[in-house]
């Protein structure tokens, strides 16, 4: 954790640079301070089928869930939800010119209880 | 929101229409007059790799995910969850009628406190 | 139920068989005794896009969710993460000889009264 997962309908890859876009979260991620450089991954899975609203071919969708840790407050939640938000509706900018796109954010805590972990790339840029 | 989405066994893709079937759900939840028509986004991912039950190279997944805002009764949830769970099954009638195939869905509400969105299909929608 | 998904960016690929994983953990889940055979479904999906980390290009994830139905005691849980958490490790066990990688599990309970299920595979091996 955290996790920053996509979704979207394949259409949009003509207009959107997917690994920048991943890119640049990851730098949003990490510019709010609550989180571990090491722990961020951002990734992106690209839809096969998808039926959007009133069906148009050009219709197009962005879904986002970042995963955190339980334990920050409301506030920082709340702070880093929309600190994303607002740089991936920017990033996005010229999909909003049109009347065919949808974006949405989801946060959702892990329970520390039911979840594990092992990462090794922690050493590396602890030692740093 | 609402959210749709679909996993899936590539082994499925010989006798099902995946854009078939997302059109149809989308339209089944548009019948249930529960949700906006430009708020609607399903979408189906395709698994790269799998291992179900015994491991048979015939046996196939379909499982469902229904996201949902928060404020709809109980009885309302259940009733979509029903009603979408039903039209899905006959669907795929002819996949039950093989030993090989599961089906699954589940409904999970969104926070609305700890959702953003941003959709620029509703004005066009709306407007109509 | 239960689910088992698996998300990982593309460049572990060229590392781990994904097929092989999968049947490997299908199979240790089952050995927990906690959970029907037929029931077990285990997958994974390729990101097509990732950021990871400080960015690096080798920089790699393997992310996974274990849904399964609830009333299972807490015991039961975190025993059934543990046996599997540890089991994908030790099949990964090269991948963490890197500074580069990085795993994790979380366990999601599945409400009943928002779910709904119909398995064809059931009968066929209840009935063996």
Request: aromatic content about 10%; glycine content about 6%.
């Amino acid at each position: 954790m955290p996790h920053f997962r996509m979704e979207y309908s394949a259409n949009l890859e003509a207009h959107v640079d997917m690994t920048a876009l991943c890119g640049h979260v990851r730098q949003v991620i990490l510019s709010t301070g609550l989180f571990e450089t090491g722990a961020v991954r951002v990734r992106a899975f690209k839809a096969d089928s998808w039926s959007i609203a009133d069906d148009l071919m050009q219709n197009a969708f962005l879904d986002m869930e970042f995963r955190i840790g339980k334990g920050r407050s409301a506030e920082d939640r709340k702070q880093a939800g929309e600190t994303i938000f607002a740089a991936v509706s920017e990033f996005l900018k010229e999909r909003f010119e049109t009347p065919h796109f949808a974006l949405s954010l989801e946060i959702r805590e892990i329970d520390a209880e039911l979840s594990w972990k092992k990462n090794a790339i922690h050493p590396r840029l602890r030692g740093n």
